[in-house]
């Protein structure tokens, strides 16, 4: 089976109302719609446990408006919450596994879930009970948690057919700043138009089949590897953590056509021997996309002179952007950029001061925000002004337009560290790290990595009395282990004798950042 979407307005309606699975359970249901490491799904039934799902939710009281929570691994009922949460109104806050069952509790508690999912295999999930204390309804998947119902008990004896009435629901993730607290990215409305990147990375049914690299919570998995491969019927392969041979395995196997990566998947990749990568079969592959931070130009021209030209850039974040996306024969022509803005009166670069410079100079990108659909920071307007200027928006990126109206990234405000894909805030790291008693002041950092894009640094400053020495290094090392979640933890440690401060005493981040960017012709 292979159908045209874009004028289906059977499809659309069915899209509008959270059930794009269920259009397509009915015409493709003995297709593969999920394989996974922990159980594989056909169309008819993944949609019939998400009806059941679905039951069960409005059943306790979870419903349009109210907000459903999920942290667990790359698992089936990770997409049956999401597709039961898409037809009943409810909003679908994804957590990320690695955090602490604290860090994890919070965020349960912020977007005021009323109903959790939780991965028993998780480490945390013996402590997670304390964190859930404002849910209705607990289950639990991979085994059993105290105060939990078992998942697969729960939804039993459910209707398995499509609920009656069913209403379009939303997705709103978690997302840090400045301050460590995450926040998370609330829209009143959905967006009018699907993103330009996720068109093209949505494949068609009966043809193809999608790679789920990455843990589905991110924004960036979530967007390309289930919300349009789920919209579009198309089945959907994900890994339970990435591995380079793996993955080249998993592509011959279900004859992958579409994935999503990040530049640390290509470089592992590009560092695998030849003889291995020559092994398996990589001709089903149409589609390859990359972003969620910059990729060093060599290693992009590497990646390209293997897979062909069918790898593509998109530039965006949580929050929204441009809908920038630049495919492999105008990247080639235009080696850096991330593509060029589809519609230049929603971008534009400005400076310190708020006016726009001049093009080919450098400055701060802010975007529009659209009428319907534009972001705010649930329960949190004091933030949500931080990042608006009137209309416009930014996700503190620097850089500029060339001639063309190519935009190319060169910079980004001082706060944000970006690796491996995943955003990492410093300010949580600087809040941790202050509770050692020989700290008096520190100031975390991304320096360069070659793999990773960027790695934590913290430069400290100690308190009087105490002195540098391998020991406290490893000592500081140990109490960061136990503080803070082990991707947030910093990979090396520099001790100052007095950070930079602004007259105010404010620690001037960029300039810390600084040194270990010179000679580099991008600062990120």
Known sequence: MSEDLSENAEFEDAFQHGMALAYHAARQADDLALATAYGDRTFAQLNARTNQLARLLLEHGVGAGDSVAVVSRNRPEFLETYAAAL?????????????????????????????????????????????????SLRLSVSGDIPGF??????????????????????????????????????????????????????GRAGVDRNLCTGPAYHAAPLAFNVTSPLNAGVGIVMMDKWDAVEMLRLIAEYAITHTHMVATMFHRLLQLPVEVREAHDLTS????????????????????????????????????????????????????????????????????????????????????????????????????????????????????????????LNGRSAETIISGGVN????????????????????????????????????????????????????????????LSAFKCPRSIEFVAELPRLPSGKIQRRLVRAPYWEGRGTKI
Request: proline share 6%.
């Open 87 to 135: 037809r009943t109104g409810i909003r679908f806050t994804p957590v990320n596994f690695h955090l602490t069952a604290q860090e994890a509790g919070y965020i349960i508690d912020n977007c005021e879930a009323k109903a959790v999912v939780y991965d028993a295999g998780l480490a945390t999930a013996g402590d997670v009970l304390d964190h859930t204390v404002n849910c």
């Open 149 to 202: 119902d078992d998942f697969d008990a729960a939804i039993a004896g459910y209707g398995v057919g499509d609920i009656e009435e069913p209403v379009r629901g939303s997705t709103m993730l978690y997302t840090s700043g400045t301050t460590g607290r995450p926040k998370g990215v609330y829209r009143r409305q959905p967006p009018v138009q699907r993103s330009n990147a996720q068109s093209l990375a949505s």
């Open 285 to 408: 592959l149409k589609f390859v996309i990359h972003g969620a931070a910059p990729c060093p130009v060599h290693v992009k021209r590497a990646i390209i002179e293997w897979f062909g030209p069918i790898v593509h850039e998109y530039y965006a974040a949580t929050e929204g952007g441009n809908n920038f996306v630049i495919d492999s024969a105008t990247w080639l022509r235009k080696p850096g950029s991330v593509g060029k803005t589809p519609n230049p009166e929603n971008s534009r670069i400005i400076d310190d001061e708020g006016g726009e410079v001049a093009q080919g100079e450098s400055g701060y990108i802010y975007f529009r925000a659209p009428e319907i659909g534009r972001f705010e920071y649930f329960k949190s307007p004091e933030k949500t002004a931080e990042t608006y200027r009137g209309d416009w928006f930014t996700l503190g990126d620097m850089g500029y337009f060339d001639t063309d109206g190519f935009l190319f």
């Open 424 to 483: 990492i805030y410093p300010q949580e790291i600087d809040s941790a790290l202050l509770e050692h008693p020989a700290i008096g002041d520190v100031c975390t950092v991304g320096v360069p990595s070659d793999e990773w894009g960027e790695e934590v640094k913290a430069v400290v400053e100690l308190v009087p009395g105490e002195t540098p020495s391998d020991e406290l290094r490893a000592a500081i090392m140990q109490h960061a282990r136990q503080a």
